[in-house]
């Protein structure tokens, strides 16, 4: 074999190679290069933009003060923009718009120490921003019906209309109802030009295909939606919160109706009756559903609504500690409600009987809150560990349990991921720790620190009656034998405990109960 003209480096050779010299004016004006060059000159303005969108307000501000690029780029990239609606902003409009001349979501807002800008304002605002979608007005008292209306032919692409404490009434609501034929979403809280309730509201041209929900706050005659919320056909979010007189009869008009689209109904310290919770349930597409503080729904009316609307998922219910909504009711929806996948519980007295057929029948339970109820005890929460096999989250709050009853969920729950317990006077932060330590990737949330200075509640306020309603059992559904005395219930607490002998427990002495005021629901899930 001849040998090749090339010879081959060895690989066990080493081969150095020195880097290359420059003078020191060719590595100077290298380094000029570097200092002076805008690298974002190389992005083209979309991606600028895109880039903008993922800074938050005080930054983007700081970033528009960099170049005239800059802030160009800004300007036409911001599609939502919040403005103090004080009548001084009239002069720089012009300029604020010219500006931002792509905005799709505008918030006005002025407070009550200030005046608000006028119909002038308004409707400038409305020649410049024609492509508006959503719209948020807090507190624009000088904005009339005529600067509301104007807006509405100007703004005809508005989905979604937000306002309170403002001053114009009916006839500025239905000129948007006529004229934005493709609103989706309106909210409505303390419009204080429809305290005389004359003129009705709806349903325009848009609630007949186009809106989807409709809530209304704080209203003196908020009847005067009737026409609206009947004739929005494909109306699937209701709520109807704080606002006075009678409910029932318009109620009765949505069930008659039986609206199959709609699936979320609020109702909010209103004056309902049974017979209001009788008529939603002919809507049987329900599948979330807020009872809060409506002292006249007892276990008849929730009882019909489970029964007719098998696909609830959510329930939050507040009882106001009347007493008047418990076993009975909540046992109707572990029977029928196999989809329930949260459930809210505030001031209701629900015992082992009615959280067992819960926990039973509702296999896909994941988010639990307990608030307020002196008939919870350890005996139910050792239910609930033992039973929810898919629940995430549970949160008890003012409840009579103890160490104890927290033990209990050290080996039940597979798939628990939060715990919250607030306002229980026989829990320690001790048991705490040690859950932390036996569950290791389970968030333990605990104010122990705290509960001596609180009382423990349910609801604000509130009715209080002196007995308890006897539940009234029916149906064939898994629960216990009503005739187990509180003995059985500790028995069976004490077996479930028994894994934990070889711990030292920390004493579980329940302390004198007293009823006091609680935040609400915001911090149940």
Known sequence: MGQSSSTALDPTDRVFLSPPRFSNEIVEFAEDIVLTRDYTGDLPDDCLAYIFQFLGAGDRKQCSLVCK?????????????????????????????????????????????????????????????????????????????????????????????????????????????????????LSIKRLRGIRDGIQLIGPGASAASSLKSICLKELVNGQCFEPLVIGAKNLKTLKIIRCLGDWDNVLDIIGDSKNTSLN???LERLQVTDRGLT?????SSIENLHIVKAPECTNKGLVSVAQKCSLLRKLHIDGWRSNKIGDEALIAVAKHCPNLQELVLIGVNATHLSLTAIACNCSKLERLALCGSGAIGDAE??????KCVALKKLCIKGCAI??????????????????????????????????RVRRGSLIVNLDAEEIDGLDASGSDGGLQEGGLEVPMMG???NVPDASSNIVGRLSYLKVKMGLVAGR??????????????????????
Do not use: M
């Open 69 to 185: 690029r800059w802030l160009r780029v800004d300007g036409v990239s911001r599609y939502r923009l919040s403005l103090n609606a004080h009548s001084e902003i009239l002069s720089s409009l012009q300029s604020i718009f010219t500006r931002f001349d792509s905005v799709t979501k505008l918030a006005l807002r002025c407070d009550r120490k200030s005046i608000s800008i006028n119909d002038d304002a308004f409707v400038l605002i409305s020649i410049r921003c024609q492509n508006l979608t959503r719209l948020k007005l807090r507190g624009c008292r000088e904005i009339t019906d005529h600067g509301i209306t104007t807006f509405a032919q100007n703004c005809k692409t508005l989905k979604k209309l937000s306002c309170g404490s403002c001053t114009f009434g009916a006839k500025g609501i239905n000129s948007v109802l006529d004229h934005c034929t493709l609103l989706e979403e």
């Open 264 to 266: 979320e109904i609020h």
């Open 279 to 283: 008529a939603i349930s002919n809507c």
């Open 381 to 386: 929460i050792a239910c609930i560990s033992a």
């Open 402 to 435: 103890s160490d104890l009853g927290i033990e209990a969920l050290a080996w039940g729950c597979p798939n628990l991921v939060k715990i919250k317990v607030k306002k229980c006077r026989g829990v320690s932060s001790d048991v705490a720790e040690w859950l």
């Open 475 to 477: 149906g064939q559904v």
């Open 504 to 525: 030292n427990l920390v004493a579980g002495k329940f302390r004198r109960w007293t009823n006091g005021e609680s935040s609400g629901s915001n911090d149940n899930l």
